[in-house]
């Protein structure tokens, strides 16, 4: 039996590999519990009623401060932009260009389907007039995500892009990078809110003096940890989401070609994240599955948050899962159905046609996560917590309504009326069929 010293081991090799069985023995984040849910409900309801008062209270409680504001002025994005390092400027800019390339290529277009003479339906794909981005603070900093979310929005055509992020202890504001992303990409409409009641604001809205009542918005995307997460999930039978995140994960195939630095460095880069992030490779061979769990000491070890990474790494949610064959893996990683998936196997394009359940698929070595959480032109906001199987990456499609539009001559009804009429009277809807009769009737048709 293989023994690790850093990670522990799920070991599939003679199990049944139907889907049930491997999501019960995956290892996998702890969706948590509905307490998150029930501290945010009357935060909620608070802020409905109250409005900018009890977005305050919470900011007060919760950021720290209640500043007179909450928009933060022009100015202020002018000024993180004009003190912006060269360097990372550089990066934005870039991560901006290539973000925005694929998302200009996803946008569809109108089509017009005629169905018979006089007969057309024409479907529109019209973009959300008003959404809000939330960017969260904490551990990190996140102007890789004020791109993320605010490109495909522009993109898509969407009027009106307010964000939203938490004010940092020392200005009171947003993360000055925050701020330069938002001023590079011309979101002028930044909130110094953070947490929950950031979402029940955007979700609900407030008045408040000149210029810093905030407007409510039709959908609200971005990241953020568990008490956002809820209030997404609460507020969404007023506002559209794009999904309710748990903890980041990277599940990674990897076979006896593999590097195991670079597999351990990638497992590790997602640890990084949050003590509750998941990292999962699968593989056939026991000698590499070794070889990365010393990686994953030796590297984390010399990690910056060392701390943190040893935490994802030994947690219940991260492990190498042992598997007979290639054939097997693909079925794990499609039945974990994971946020990242990358793939470090002989011929990993041709794997990655059979990869049917990943938010984003990543091919060789040369591509690691990384590379899409910064700048490979796709997006870094994915589906987790095995979601990857319904759900979507963040996209141009993210802030648009599909709308179709019927139009039919006289003649076209005609050809059709007497099967609309038979269908109404099975379905025991007689006014649907008369609505028809009374045209044919009247000569109209």
């Not at 850093?6 to 049930?20: C, E, F, Q």
């Not at 004020?146 to 522009?154: F, S």
């Not at 002989?346 to 990943?358: E, K, L």
Request: charged letters at 20%; proline letters at 6%.
């Amino acid at each position: 039996m293989t023994t690790l010293a850093s990670t522990h081991l799920v070991d599939l090799r003679g199990s049944a590999l139907d889907k049930r069985t491997l999501r019960t023995r995956l290892p996998r984040a702890d969706a948590g519990s509905g307490a998150p849910l029930e501290a945010v409900r009357p935060l909620l309801a608070d802020i409905r009623a109250r409005g900018r008062a009890a977005v305050a209270e919470a900011a007060a409680r919760f950021d720290g401060s209640a500043p007179e504001r909450f928009r933060v002025a022009a100015e202020e994005l002018a000024a993180a932009a004009e003190a912006l390092d060269p360097g990372v400027r550089a990066a934005l800019e870039e991560t901006i260009r290539r973000v925005r390339t694929v998302a200009r290529a996803d946008l569809p277009g109108a089509v017009r389907t005629e169905l018979a003479d006089g007969a057309v339906v024409t479907t529109r794909h019209l973009p959300a007039e008003r959404v809000g981005l939330y960017v969260p603070g904490g551990r990190a900093v996140y102007p890789s995500s004020v791109v993320m979310n605010a490109v495909p929005a522009q993109v898509a055509g969407v009027g009106s892009v307010a964000i939203a992020s938490p004010p940092q202890p020392d200005t009171g504001l947003p993360h000055a990078t925050v701020l330069a992303a938002a001023h590079l990409l011309g979101v002028d409409e930044v909130w110094g809110i953070g947490g929950a009641q950031a979402i029940g604001a955007f979700a609900y809205g407030f008045d408040g003096p000149a210029g810093d009542g905030l407007e409510p918005v039709d959908i609200i995307t971005g990241p953020g940890n568990a008490y956002v997460a809820a209030a997404k999930a609460l507020v969404r039978e007023h506002v559209g989401i794009d999904a309710v995140a748990g903890p980041t994960e990277i599940i990674v195939l990897a076979d006896d070609t593999a590097d195991p630095a670079f597999v351990a460095a990638d497992l590790i880069s997602q640890a990084e994240h949050d003590p509750l992030a998941a990292a999962v490779l699968v593989t056939d061979s026991e000698p590499l599955a070794a070889a990365v769990d010393a990686e994953l000491g030796a590297q984390g070890a010399r990690a910056r948050h060392a701390e943190r990474i040893a935490e994802s790494l030994s947690g219940a949610q991260s492990g190498i899962v042992l598997v007979d064959s290639q054939e097997a893996g693909i079925a794990v990683v499609n039945a974990y159905a994971g946020e990242h998936v990358e793939l470090h196997v002989a011929d990993a394009a041709a794997v990655a046609g059979r990869i049917v359940n990943g938010g984003a698929v990543f091919i060789g070595p040369h591509s690691p996560v990384a590379l899409g959480d910064y700048m490979a032109g796709s997006n870094h906001v994915l589906p987790t917590l095995g979601t990857a199987a319904f759900g979507d990456c963040l996209g141009v499609s993210s802030f648009l309504r599909v709308s179709q539009v019927i139009d039919y001559s006289a003649a076209a009804l005609r050809e059709v009326g007497e099967r609309i009429i038979a269908l109404a009277e099975a379905e025991d809807l007689p006014a649907h069929g008369e609505a028809v009769r009374i045209r044919l009737e009247a000569g109209e048709v």
